[in-house]
């Protein structure tokens, strides 16, 4: 894909234009390194909130990225930050390399990984699997080859396996932590947003015969199991940036519901 489409692929210009020089960037610094550069999460299936999103992306690439390479993207999105700063800390994306793209497994080895204006070097967890079918499924190539050129698809027994997981073991140590949604990297109200929000895909995909974005997910969750819930499922849903939640333990409730429902 050329630099002037990339400033077509969303609805949003300045998100356009952001990928525009994140693509620009990235292919000055790694040249043929660079196997391809993909947007994913909300902006490719529809369920993209300016209030609330953030930008996802992934970038592969043939081998790790040298010590002067790590600096030089820090740098890019140091500026990018600078230039968009509604979106400073709303770029998230990893950098990983074509071998890790070969297996369902979580790579054993980290990968640099943007987010909360931060550069942070990080290992895959359950979160694996759920990913490699939200690329296969909804990944747009913004360069190189589509991305079902480079991976095979996932089958939902896997991701509702591995969602089942990452409750266990992600989410349920949450209930006896009374710093559960604080952090000194992101805003407690988003963490609290996000919980609720994957609550919901998690009982999504446990009872039915799909994945299913934050917003279908949160619906069918409103309508299928009602008040208190539909009540908390709602007040995520409406969160932006700058908004309060307050709800912690009856998130953590939320989390103890979820947990009965998937077991």
């Given amino acids: ?10 609805a949003y210009q300045d998100v356009n234009t952001l990928l525009a020089l994140l693509s ?10 660079l196997v391809g550069l993909y947007l994913t999460g909300s902006l490719t299936y529809g369920d993209f909130d300016r209030g609330s999103s953030d930008i996802d992306f992934l970038a592969v690439l043939t081998h790790t990225l040298s010590a002067k390479q790590l600096r030089l993207i820090e740098n890019i999105h140091s500026h990018i930050g600078k230039d968009f700063p509604v979106w400073k800390k709303r770029i998230e994306g990893s950098y990983i390399t074509k071998n890790m793209l070969s297996s369902t497994k979580p790579p054993k080895e980290s990968r640099p990984y943007v987010n909360a204006g931060k550069m942070w070097n ?5 979160e694996w699997i759920l990913n490699l079918y939200a690329l296969y499924e909804y990944g747009i190539a913004l360069l190189g080859p589509d991305p079902k050129e480079l991976i095979e698809s996932v089958s939902l027994d896997e991701v509702r396996e591995a969602s089942k997981r990452n409750l266990i073991q992600e989410w349920q140590p949450k209930l006896k932590d009374p710093s559960a949604f604080k952090s000194a990297d992101y805003d407690s109200n988003h963490l609290q947003a996000y919980a609720v929000l994957t609550m919901c895909r998690i009982l999504y995909v446990a009872k039915n015969d799909g994945v299913a974005s934050k917003r ?10 009602g008040r208190p819930w539909s009540d ?10 700058g908004k309060e939640m307050n709800a912690e333990e009856q998130i953590k409730d939320f989390i103890k519901f979820t947990i009965k429902e998937v077991e």
């Fill in 216 to 225: 279908v997910a949160s619906a069918w969750v409103k309508k299928t199991y």
């Fill in 232 to 241: 908390l499922v709602k007040k995520a849903e409406d969160w932006q940036h």
């Fill in 24 to 33: 620009k960037n990235l292919t000055e610094i790694l040249d043929g390194q």
């Fill in 122 to 126: 990080f290992v895959y967890g359950n």
């Fill in 1 to 10: 894909m050329e630099i002037t489409e990339i400033e077509n692929i969303t």
